[in-house]
């Protein structure tokens, strides 16, 4: 069965502070995928990391895919109060239409 | 604007009843998915489709049931034997060929 682990599970941080998510997952997948969900609402796709060392960058977030380690990770930085929501990762279940499997998610607060 | 409708966006429903998610999409993405959120919880898939007429159950298909007549539409029926139906409901559709979802704006039930 397909784990995905993310941890911290809770962060709160400074405005102008750095730090990272990480992402680890259980079986073999060179496919993950990161989306953000504010409160309330649905999941907004942040970032498609399709390969081994994929690296991917929106303004103040980063994330990076090593398959061989099984792990992901979202960098922030220089955090601004915006960037407060829940981001989950996800990894393909089986093959491409077969759904993902996601973390459980990391509540991120940024206070000024 | 292509994308995914969901209705109603609040439903409440009285215990023993069977109600009906709407999930309709104009993206003409051949797979539908249907997710389960709990607070503060990642998403558990409950049913999937990848063809019309053809679906898969999820991980927790229990007390749920689903039909795939059209391309563009994927309702989900939460039966009475749910036990613990309150909660927040996304439908999301993909191409297919990579896992990236894309999600509708989400259906939050409350059993009373």
């Known amino acids: 069965e397909l784990k995905v682990e993310q941890n911290p599970l809770f962060l709160s941080m400074q405005e102008g502070k750095n730090y990272t998510i990480y992402c680890n997952y259980s079986?073999?997948?060179?496919?993950l995928y990161w989306y953000r969900q504010d409160p309330g609402k649905s999941l907004e796709s942040l970032f498609v990391?399709?390969?081994?060392?994929a690296v991917k960058q929106e303004g103040r977030l980063m994330a990076s895919l090593d398959t061989k380690a099984r792990l992901s990770t979202l960098h922030i930085t220089a955090a601004v109060h915006d960037l407060s929501a829940t981001y989950f990762c996800a990894v393909e279940t089986g093959g491409g239409a077969d759904g993902l499997t996601f973390g459980k998610g990391t509540h991120l607060i940024i206070q000024p | 604007d292509g994308g995914i409708t969901q209705s109603p966006k609040y439903l409440f429903r009285k215990e023993g009843q069977n109600v009906t998610l709407s999930c309709e999409q104009n993206l003409n993405h051949d797979a539908m998915y249907w997710y389960r959120q709990d607070p503060g919880q990642g998403l558990r898939l409950i049913y999937y489709?990848?063809?019309?007429?053809?679906?898969q159950k999820g991980d927790i298909a229990e007390g749920y049931s689903v039909s795939r007549e059209k391309k563009e539409s994927f309702p989900l029926t939460v039966t009475s034997a749910q036990k613990n139906p309150t909660a927040f409901y996304l439908c999301a559709s993909s191409i297919g060929s990579t896992g990236e979802l894309f999600f509708g704006e989400g259906s939050r039930l409350t059993v009373l």
């Open positions: 079986t073999t997948s060179d496919r």
């Open positions: 489709s990848q063809i019309v007429n053809d679906f």
């Open positions: 990391l399709l390969s081994n060392g």
